[in-house]
């Protein structure tokens, strides 16, 4: 039986929550994997893994890359910068080079949105978007809810604020997709320039104020300042964000004392958030990369054909 009933990965909205759940469980399976002295299994031996950013990132293409070997796979990483792209090959081009060369799947990153999407209409090999444009980042949202059910075991009727730079965000898009899925109450908060109106098709509420909201929160996401999407100035100063909006120790003080605090990186400190909130107890920042590695392995496997939780023997 076919885990996940699709060739690609390309957004939460695709997923049934079933799957999103699936996609969680076998997560906890790989994740124990951590532990052990030998931390590979054969389960994508003979298969070929072909990263292909056309934006930059440390996080996910690394995380792709050691779920990949995890899983025995065999690995290519094309740096964009230093391939022929920069002599105008086209993307379809360039990603038929690498079917010819039996690529079976593409982690694509690229600043338009629905490339990927595009991509996996036209070529056999299974795609998954590590990022695309404003749209979607579903791996992303994949491990902010795993590292939540880490966390508080459901998050069925969790408040879940999500924090800053909203407009210029693909987490937040599919965080909202995934948190609501699984029950979650999900509140924008940002100034009025970076959480716009065109949120409100999402059913979530949306506030302006950071300090009426944070005591109510189970859960805050703190987004990065994406300066290099901004075109012209969406806050008067950085100071004043920082006093607005930032995740300061004051703040952190007046929130529930089981307040789980999230950032998807790069971390701007002293921006969004403060030093020594990003480093406190309640801060599971650096536990999210090492959740993203299981998920993306739990991501292959489905994809793969591995079969559910419950039905798989020890590998
Ligand atoms: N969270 C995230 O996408 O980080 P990178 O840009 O470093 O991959």
């Known amino acids: 039986m076919n885990g996940l009933k699709r060739k690609d990965l390309l957004d939460i909205q695709s997923l049934t929550t079933e799957e999103i759940s699936l996609i969680c469980q076998s997560a906890r399976y790989f994740k124990d994997l951590f532990t052990r002295s030998v931390k590979t299994v054969p389960i994508l031996r003979g298969k070929t893994v072909c990263t292909l950013f056309y934006e930059p990132s440390t996080r996910t293409r690394i995380s792709f890359e050691l779920a990949a070997k995890r ?3 065999d690995m290519i990483n094309v740096a964009v910068a230093t391939s022929s792209v920069v002599k105008g090959e086209s993307l379809i081009d360039t990603v038929h080079t690498m079917e010819a060369m039996k690529a079976d799947y593409i982690v694509m990153r690229h600043a338009a949105s629905l490339a990927p999407h595009f991509l996996s209409k036209n070529i056999e090999a299974s ?4 990022g695309d444009g404003f749209h979607a980042h579903p791996t992303q949202a994949l491990l902010d809810t ?3 059910l880490e966390k508080k075991g459901t998050l069925q009727g969790l408040r879940i604020g999500i924090v800053g730079d909203v407009k210029h965000s693909r987490v937040a898009r599919s965080d909202i997709e995934a948190f609501k899925r699984l029950g979650a109450r999900v509140v924008l908060c940002g100034p009025p320039t970076l959480v716009p109106d065109e949120f409100k098709i999402y059913d979530v509420d949306i506030s302006y104020n950071l300090d009426e909201i944070l005591p109510e929160l189970d859960v805050v996401n703190m987004l990065r300042i994406q300066r290099e999407r901004q ?6 100063s950085l100071r004043e964000y920082h006093q607005q909006y930032a995740l300061t ?4 003080r007046r929130c529930k004392g089981d307040i789980i605090v999230m950032h998807p990186g790069p971390i701007n400190r002293g921006i969004e958030i403060d030093h020594r909130v990003a480093d406190s107890p309640n801060s599971i920042i650096n536990e999210q990369v090492t959740n993203g590695v299981a998920i993306r392995m739990s991501i292959f496997y489905l994809l793969a054909g591995g079969t559910p939780l419950e039905e798989m023997e020890k590998v």
Do not use: H, Q, T, W
Not at 231 to 236: A, I, N, T, V
């Open 127 to 130: 795609v998954i978007n590590a």
């Open 146 to 148: 795993y590292s939540i």
């Open 71 to 73: 899983l025995s796979a």
């Open 231 to 236: 075109k012209g100035s969406l806050f008067p």
């Open 249 to 252: 120790e004051d703040r952190l």
